[in-house]
């Protein structure tokens, strides 16, 4: 099928290898580097080099601009916490001209949202990809208390499980995102009927545990809206998603969010 097709060639593009170059200029925590070409809200990290055998990973890095004719990738640095250790002595390096940025770091890792056992193994067996099954997701989701996920909730399992992609299916669509940027990498339609949507999504895991209290504590009432919702706060000047989320006349409410438009 064709959609089956353009999910694998875009899988066998994008995860091939981990995206490294050095730092050009550097400016607080902003910093360029040079690249024949890059998607706006692929991440990684900033290395820098103590010896030629050794090094440490000083900040988060996340692209938020490319200019295409100069082929300038601007990066966004942030604090680095995905190895937090409080017994390992922490170094006091700052990123600087010639750290080497890793973009696309677990990349070849994924978690599938979707809303059907059915969907589920549609969509896995056309990428070529590892996927983390979501009953992992599930159990750290029942430790949090979180039936209902959170950003928070996936950026947390992806520090941990080093997942670098998320995949989500919405109204016959696969969105490809950034599991810590939540940005969306690529749109791809999947025509695939649901017949029955399970919440918060397809698992094994009968049932998740709820705190007492707090935000995602509350069982998912509805699929769709809450993944559009989550999306919709990190994608806010994507132009294709804003004309999906348009075309949606109960989601009417979200596409005020965007800045599409806004001066």
Do not use: C
């Amino acid at each position: 099928m064709k959609y089956t097709i353009l999910l694998i060639l875009f899988a066998v593009e994008l995860f091939s290898s981990v995206i490294k170059a050095p730092i050009v200029t550097i400016d607080k925590e902003r910093a360029t580097i040079e690249i024949d070409h890059i998607d706006v809200g692929v991440s990684g990290f900033v290395v820098h080099h103590i010896t030629p055998d050794h090094s440490a990973i000083l900040k988060n890095a996340t692209v938020i601009a490319f200019d295409r004719d100069k082929k300038i990738a601007t990066i966004q640095m942030s604090h680095f916490n995905a190895l937090k250790n409080n017994s390992l002595p922490y170094g006091k390096w700052k990123p600087q001209v010639g750290d080497t940025v890793e973009l696309t770091f677990g990349y070849s890792r994924a978690l599938l949202i979707a809303p059907s056992e059915e969907i589920y193994h549609r969509i896995t067996k056309s990428v070529n990809i590892q996927w983390i099954h979501p009953d992992l997701f599930a159990t750290v989701l029942s430790f949090s208390g979180h039936p209902t996920p959170l950003r928070s909730d996936f950026t947390n399992f992806a520090n941990a499980g080093s997942v670098g992609l998320l995949f989500v299916f919405l109204d016959q669509i696969v969105y490809t995102v950034d599991i810590k940027s939540f940005s969306i990498l690529n749109i791809t339609k999947a025509p695939l009927e649901v017949k029955k949507r399970q919440k918060p999504f397809y698992t094994r895991v009968q049932n998740i545990d709820a705190a007492w209290w707090g935000e995602g504590s509350d069982a998912m009432e509805h699929y769709r809206p809450h993944y559009y919702e989550l999306l919709v706060s990190a994608n806010k000047k994507n132009k294709e998603f804003y004309e999906i989320v348009k075309s949606h006349k109960e989601l009417e409410y979200l596409v005020n969010e965007f800045e599409i438009g806004k001066k």
